[in-house]
């Protein structure tokens, strides 16, 4: 009897923990093939679709009728999630080049954001003059860089 | 900059509209960082209160806080939570019509409200398309001396210092870079950076003799255009209406200089950034909500 019972109690944990493994396995696979829906419905969740406080114009989509100007970062991934995040709330989003961005490029949009994903500074800057005056968000290290071409008070230092 | 912004003064309307950003705060370690570099005798917390703009821990860039917001044309909008700067050193500020996102992180990686104040941030700016800047960075800013002073008796190579602290001053305090820090904080209003003297910090003597006590008053402007009338010290006024603005050129008489500022005088202010000058805000020129914050006088409280 002891002979043959002391198998089966050294396969039983073996079994279970292989059973484990496989029923976990599946779970991550339904997990890396739902991430990007169960995150996109993270952002839906928190991203209210609607303005709550309604003082800018929409459109009857409930975007706002801004037209958005992004310049692109070396990383096209992280324009990408400029863009889908932005046209998921502006009527328009186009892209344009980083390093050739002139403000005539700018004309036909009402907010410029400048991004270029760099984490230090030495980075190239568009070659915008002193009277460039369009509205503009710059972000991170290259927007400072921006300002300072600018002599703005964000310059970097 | 780290991730985070700070938490206090969330009144402006960037926070509020067309979404309304909920920060979820918590509360962090005060950075070795802000003690060593602040210039105030009042000593900060242990703890401060931020909240988090992004996921990753890494922020991006800070602009200093010194002078930011001493023309009505730029404000501070989140001050960054930082280990390199001050604290008050800015992660989000405006000027004219540019706006500063100092963090790093693309929009998935953001928080809720970082996204959210992100979207206000776009909507915001763009009431100031096409509006130019009223004064452009040309000078540091006088709480600088302060924050530079202790640093005569750490750099050996004189030269880093021979556009701030004059000769003459870094000989009389070499070892005693307090002193240095002390001399400008005891005149902290009266002083400025003249070209004519190399670019450095000076105490305004000329100012000094006339009682007069700070250089980025109004009624300071408003008391030397009066002295113009008086014999025997319309010279010294006339020399520091031509430091102090820049309309020297255009005005021959005491008259003309009264008519100037009996106009403007409610649309006049001081800036150190902008290079030590009086400017008038033109009539329409769309400022902020905060043209006037606390920012810096808490600095130097």
Redesign the interface.
């Known amino acids: 009897m002891l002979t043959t019972r002391k198998p089966l109690a050294f396969i039983a944990p073996i079994v279970l923990l292989l059973a484990l493994m496989l029923v976990n396995c599946i779970g991550c696979k339904e997990k890396g093939q739902n991430q990007d829906t169960q ?1 996109q419905a993270a ?1 839906e969740r ?3 679709a609607v ?6 114009p929409i459109d009857p989509n409930g975007k ?1 009728k ?1 037209r ?1 100007l992004c310049t692109t970062s070396p990383n096209e991934g ?1 324009t990408a ?2 863009t889908s ?2 046209s998921r ?2 009527i328009k989003v186009e892209t344009t080049d980083y390093e050739s961005f002139r403000e005539d490029l700018a004309k036909d949009f ?2 410029v ?1 400048i ?1 270029y ?1 760099a ?1 230090r500074p030495g980075t190239p800057v568009p070659q915008l003059s ?12 290259a ?2 860089m ?2 300072r071409r ?8 | 900059m780290a991730n985070a912004a700070h938490g206090e003064s969330l009144e402006h309307e960037v926070y ?5 950003v909920e920060p979820e705060f918590e509360y962090r370690k005060t950075p070795a960082n802000y003690h060593d570099r602040h210039i105030g005798t009042d000593k900060l917390p242990d703890k401060m209160k931020v909240w988090k703009v992004q996921t990753s821990e ?1 922020g ?2 800070v ?2 806080s010194y ?2 917001e001493d023309s009505p044309d ?1 404000e501070a909008i989140a001050l960054g939570f930082n280990h390199g700067k001050e604290y008050g050193a ?1 992660g989000i ?1 405006r ?10 992180d ?4 953001m928080t ?1 409200a970082g ?2 104040l992100f ?1 206000n ?3 915001y ?9 009223l004064v ?3 000078a540091s800013h006088r709480l600088n001396a302060i924050r530079l002073a202790p640093l005569i008796d750490r750099i050996d190579d004189k030269s880093f210092f021979s556009s701030t602290f004059a000769p003459e001053l870094m000989e009389k305090y070499k070892g005693n870079a307090k002193g240095l820090a002390d001399y400008y904080r005891q005149d902290i209003e009266l002083v400025y950076r003249d070209s004519r003297g190399g670019g450095t910090f000076q105490i305004d003597t000329d100012l000094k003799e006339l009682s007069l006590e700070s250089n980025r008053t109004v009624e300071t402007l408003g008391r030397l255009i009066e002295l113009l009338g008086d014999p025997q010290q319309a010279e010294k006024a006339g020399r520091l209406l031509e430091r102090y603005t820049s309309q020297s050129n255009d005005f021959s008489s005491a008259e003309q200089w009264r008519q100037w500022l009996s106009e403007n005088k409610d649309r006049i202010f001081f800036s150190d ?1 902008g290079g030590y000058k009086f400017f008038v805000i033109p009539e329409g020129y769309p400022v902020g909500q905060k043209n006037q914050t606390e920012i810096g006088r808490a600095l130097f409280r």
């Open positions: 995150e952002v928190t991203e209210p303005p709550e406080v309604q003082d800018e706002i801004l958005i992280r999630d400029f995040f932005l709330h502006f009402d907010v954001i991004d994903g984490t002193l009277s460039y005056c369009r509205a503009t968000i710059t972000f991170g290290v927007g400072s921006v300002c600018l002599d703005l008070k964000p310059g970097y230092l | 509020h509209t067309p979404f309304k890494r991006n860039v602009s200093r002078g930011f730029a800015v500020g000027h004219a019509n540019v706006l500063q996102w100092g963090y790093f693309p929009p998935s990686q809720d996204r959210r979207l941030c776009i909507c700016i763009h009431r100031f398309d096409g509006v130019r800047p452009h960075t040309n950034v």
